[in-house]
Antibody
Framework: QIQLVESGGGVVQPGGSLRLSCAAS????????IHWVRQAPGKGLEWVTF????????YYADSVKGRFTISRDNSKNTVYLQMNSLRAEDAAIYYC???????????WGQGTLVTVSS | DIVMTQSPDSLAVSLGERATINCKSS????????????LAWYQQKPGQPPKLLIY???TRESGVPDRFSGSGSGTDFTLTISSLQAEDVAFYYC?????????FGQGTKLEIK
């Protein structure tokens, strides 16, 4: 079955960096786009970024543009989210999720928690 | 950017009764070339990731009970639960995937009255 497993979350100081990973299995990874969606504690869902199946196109929310970078390694069935210049408002559960460029978010991982605190 | 607005923010419905959640987009999400609405609905229960319920505004995801239905076109959409069950208590979110950023609505909390 389709599985998406996030890792790399933790506690980081404001201004610091963190790299999240999303390991995928159960589907043809190299044919699939991947989203990152985050959810601050007690808040709603915020779409963060998307990478096309081949890494050719990437899209970002304005709130993270210039600070976050999405990438993928299709040989490892893994997507990465490099997060730099972290702010308190970036604290959230980060979900990776499978989806197409013009399609809904179909399957979600369990999420990894990022805490930004001094 | 397309802004998604849901109403109400919270809703309490008796078991067996109908629940209706609305979602409005600031621009059309109907793609004229294929006549499809790029709108999805998700359910999120406490401590769990969201789950896709409805896509193309009205197509039920495999395994989703038929008491869940989606309707609407253009900028106005509705998620209806025809007969509320206890396990339907959750947050519900709409999302447009017509253009990036793929924004979500703010969410609707559904409870039992």
């Amino acid at each position: 079955q389709i599985q998406l497993v996030e890792s790399g979350g933790g506690v980081v100081q404001p201004g610091g960096s963190l790299r999240l990973s999303c390991a995928a299995s159960g589907f043809t990874f190299s044919d699939s786009g991947i989203h990152w969606v985050r959810q601050a504690p007690g808040k709603g869902l915020e779409w963060v970024t998307f990478i096309q199946y081949d890494g050719g196109n990437k899209y970002y929310a304005d709130s993270v543009k210039g600070r976050f970078t999405i990438s993928r390694d299709n040989s490892k069935n893994t997507v990465y989210l490099q997060m730099n210049s972290l702010r308190a408002e970036d604290a959230a559960i980060y979900y990776c999720a499978k989806g197409g460029t013009s399609g809904p978010v179909e399957h979600w991982g369990q999420g990894t928690l990022v805490t930004v605190s001094s | 950017d397309i802004v998604m607005t849901q109403s109400p923010d919270s809703l309490a419905v008796s078991l067996g009764e109908r629940a209706t959640i609305n979602c409005k987009s600031s621009q059309t999400v109907l793609y004229s070339s294929n006549n499809k609405n790029y709108l999805a609905w998700y359910q999120q229960k406490p401590g769990q990731p969201p789950k896709l319920l409805i896509y193309w505004a009205s197509t039920r995801e495999s395994g989703v009970p038929d008491r869940f239905s989606g309707s609407g076109s253009g900028t106005d959409f509705t998620l209806t639960i025809s007969s509320l069950q206890a396990e339907d208590v959750a947050f519900y979110y709409c999302q447009q995937y017509y253009s990036f950023p793929y924004n979500f609505g703010q969410g609707t909390k559904l409870e039992i009255k």
